[in-house]
């Protein structure tokens, strides 16, 4: 069997999904998808380059493939590079699982648990809504909510967004108690001063995790936070690599990886982050506020990892998309079923993508009160 073309296309999934198609020579294909929305036509233009890099080659060469994506620059691959090789190394696996017959998780050595526990995204136009919206979640059997520091608009002053934040988690605890669990992203929106304040603050809150509460450019600031909170703290979807995140787990300032199997690398590098976590008692979050083809490729993951924590679960399967993927991962509440059709167990309707291209939209962008940006 031989890689014979990739192909590379951008579908409403209620955003824009960027699905890379590894086709072969004996007409078997494998689905990947790209986890860097943001910047779409960088990716585009990275996986124009692996085109030759991997036609002509036998698609069953993961590692090697792999590492000849990742290195063949000779400058090390970054986000954008490594979100390209993500979505081709698992378009590989769902290729190599369809031509044996076989889940991709059996390829990855088999399950270690019968199904999957997810956490949803929950919001609310002001407070009352939010506490109602979660009071709804959790009698709809979900027990994990992830709420976020809010802006106002386009506006984020970080010391006010702190405050709405700690209110909001104190009105869910009063209406719910520790019944339901919270994990709240700062989505890196805050400096040091801030997040250590906010973390402190939430040590009695019961918290599952604190997401994301700095900037990813230094990790090692991690360590400073790490001495002032006790706090369960989570990061980790911003890493391109092993490399990147390797300070996180080395020195144990996380308690939970947030990587994303869509930016990091793919199984293939996943699943050395994952035993690298092992060893240190850090246990996993896949990221995972994408389309069908994460979700499936996060659950096959997530169903080999004795480390595993929890899967985000930002899209329920069968609500975007169904066009093209009319058979996708299943749930039973606030669990992922475990798969058992070959590969990544997707249905994908090629025609139906094609005829669906769409424009990848702006991302939301944030401000203070000066004018200055801050993060989204």
């Not at 962008?365 to 989204?376: H, I, K, M, V, Y």
Request: hydrophobic fraction near 40%; glycine fraction near 8%; proline fraction near 6%.
């Amino acid at each position: 069997m031989k890689i014979t073309d990739l192909e590379i296309l951008t579908i409403d999934d209620g955003g824009a999904l960027m699905m890379v198609v590894v086709h072969t020579d004996e007409g078997i294909f494998g689905v990947g998808e790209v986890g860097l929305r943001s910047r779409q036509l960088a990716v585009r233009g990275a996986l124009e380059h692996f085109k030759p890099l991997l036609i002509g080659n036998d698609p069953f060469r993961t590692e090697h493939l792999w590492q000849v994506m990742s290195r063949s620059g000779f400058y090390p691959a970054d986000r954008v590079l490594a979100s390209a090789i993500s979505a081709v190394d698992i378009a590989l696996w769902d290729l190599k699982g369809k031509a044996l017959d076989i889940p991709v998780y059996e390829l990855l050595g088999g399950a270690v648990r019968d199904r999957v526990k997810c956490y949803r995204h929950i919001w609310g136009a002001d407070q009352a809504e939010l506490v109602d919206n979660v009071r709804k979640a959790f009698e709809e059997g979900w027990t994990v909510g992830r709420l976020s520091v809010p802006s106002e608009g386009d506006l984020l002053e970080p010391r006010a967004a702190t405050r709405h934040a700690l209110a909001e988690v104190t009105a869910v605890r009063d209406e719910l108690g520790s019944e339901f669990e919270l994990i709240l992203d700062v989505h890196t929106r805050l400096e040091l001063p801030e997040a250590t304040t906010l973390c402190r603050e939430l040590e009695g809150a019961n918290m599952y995790f604190i997401e994301d509460p700095l900037r990813w450019e230094n990790p090692d600031i991690y360590r400073t936070l790490r001495q002032r909170t006790s706090v369960p703290l989570a990061a980790g979807e911003q890493a391109a690599s092993k490399w990147e995140i390797r300070p996180l787990i080395e020195h144990d300032l996380i308690d939970y990886a947030r990587f994303d199997i869509c930016i990091v690398g793919g199984f293939t590098e996943a699943k050395k982050i994952a035993g690298w976590c092992e060893s240190h008692h850090i246990r996993t979050a896949t990221h995972n506020p994408l389309g069908p083809i994460a979700t499936a490729a996060s659950l096959h993951l997530n169903m080999t990892l004795p480390t595993f924590g929890i899967q985000e679960q930002y899209q329920l399967p069968g609500t975007q998309a169904n066009d093209v993927f009319p058979v996708q991962a299943t749930m039973d509440g606030e669990w992922m079923r475990r798969p058992e059709a070959p590969g990544l167990g997707l249905e994908v309707d090629l025609e139906a993508a094609r005829a669906h291209q769409i424009q990848p939209p702006p991302m939301p962008q944030l401000r203070r009160l000066d004018g200055s940006f801050t993060n989204w």
